[in-house]
């Protein structure tokens, strides 16, 4: 199964635009990446997801590489509301339909 | 307003009791997931079920079982809860997938459970 690596903790002023990387090297040629977001004491939250393109929506951009061992999450203008654990996931090919495995993610702090 | 709904936020267990969570989902979804979530570990999968009476180990299944008798409704049972099992509980359902693509999770607010 396809394992992600993301930084533990990262910081972002206010306004500015929040990348989170995720590295994903051993992701298979029909495996996607997700991303979900967790508010403190919520459930998390779909963000985006993609295969090969970049991606675009309401909330995020995701960026994913040519050979797809990493991509970037992008917050183009965080907010303190932004603060949160953003997990990037792959979805785990072999078992049952809709199986994502999270793993540890990334604290992002959005500063003032 | 696409929902899943966990019964409890909060319990308060004694060891060795039997504990049900349940969950209910209104968007037809056919899968659904129970997770835990434990300081430094993230999320980890317990169970999931792809069908009405279906069901599958995920990582951790060890000391729980699961049960899915509705479409909308899948339940966590700890036999006989211990210490070891405080931890918060997330409930989440995706639709049935096309060309093997999992579709976008939906999750519930969670359950947090402190066995004593």
């Known amino acids: 199964d396809a394992k992600t690596t993301q930084p533990p903790s990262m910081d972002c002023a206010e306004g500015r635009a929040a990348n989170l990387p995720c590295n994903h090297s051993?992701?298979?040629?029909?495996?996607?990446v997700y991303w979900y977001r967790q508010i403190h004491s919520q459930g998390p939250q779909y963000i985006i997801h993609g295969l090969k393109n970049n991606e675009t929506n309401e909330m995020a951009s995701l960026i994913i590489t040519e050979d797809r061992k990493s991509s970037t999450l992008i917050l183009p203008h965080a907010t303190l509301r932004d603060t949160a654990v953003y997990y990037c996931?792959?979805?785990?090919?072999?078992?049952?339909?809709?199986?994502?495995?999270f793993g540890k993610g990334t604290k992002l702090s959005v500063k003032p | 307003d696409v929902k899943v709904t966990q019964s409890s936020r909060y319990l308060v267990k004694r060891t060795g009791e039997k504990v049900f969570l349940e969950c209910v989902q209104d968007m037809d979804h056919e899968n659904m997931f129970w997770y835990r979530q434990d300081p430094g570990l993230g999320l980890r999968l317990i169970y999931f079920?792809?069908?009405?009476?279906?069901?599958e180990k995920g990582d951790i299944p060890e000391g729980y079982s699961v049960s899915r008798e509705k479409k909308e409704r899948f339940s966590l049972i700890l036999e006989s809860a211990s210490t070891n099992q405080t931890s918060m509980y997330l409930c989440?359902?995706?639709?049935?997938?096309?060309?093997?693509?999992?579709?976008?999770?939906?999750f519930g607010e969670g359950s947090r459970l402190t066995v004593l």
């Open positions: 989440a359902s995706t639709s049935s997938p096309l060309a093997g693509v999992a579709g976008e999770l939906f």
């Open positions: 079920s792809y069908d009405v009476k279906m069901k």
């Open positions: 996931i792959v979805r785990v090919r072999g078992g049952s339909q809709g199986n994502l495995i």
């Open positions: 051993t992701i298979s040629g029909n495996e996607y």
